[in-house]
Nanobody, 127 residues
Framework: QVQVVESGGGLVHTGGSLRLSCTADGFTLDYRAVAWFRQAPGKEREGVACISRRDGATYYDNSVKGRFTLSRDSAKNTVYLQMNSLKPEDTADYYC????????????????????WGQGTQVTVSS
């Protein structure tokens, strides 16, 4: 049974930073496309960023580009989302998603691209 676990959420002030972590029992994340999505109260889930399996290239939504950074730690089998210069509009539950098919690329536009999801970690940015 694959288990995806996010951690690192919390409450910060505007301009603060958080680092979210995503680990997965049953998958080697180096060999998977991984994405982060978020869902604010009353809104649809939206993609934030993703990292491709093929070459580790990272892609970001315009709303977070320049502020968020995705990275992988192979030794820890963990993907990180470093979030800097946080804004109140970043407040949401953040979800890690993993593609099990081995697709070389990634996408943060389509939730259907991913078939394993974590339970989410809450990020709250106060103004």
């Amino acid at each position: 049974q694959v288990q995806v676990v996010e951690s690192g959420g919390g409450l910060v002030h505007t301009g603060g930073s958080l680092r979210l972590s995503c680990t997965a029992d049953g998958f080697t994340l180096d060999y998977r496309a991984v994405a982060w999505f978020r869902q604010a109260p009353g809104k649809e889930r939206e993609g934030v960023a993703c990292i491709s399996r093929r070459d580790g290239a990272t892609y970001y939504d315009n709303s977070v580009k320049g502020r968020f950074t995705l990275s992988r730690d192979s030794a820890k089998n963990t993907v990180y989302l470093q979030m800097n210069s946080l804004k109140p509009e970043d407040t949401a539950d953040y979800y890690c998603a993993i593609d099990s098919s081995g697709a070389p690329s990634c996408s943060f536009y389509y939730t259907s691209f991913y078939d394993y999801w974590g339970q989410g970690t809450q990020v709250t940015v106060s103004s």
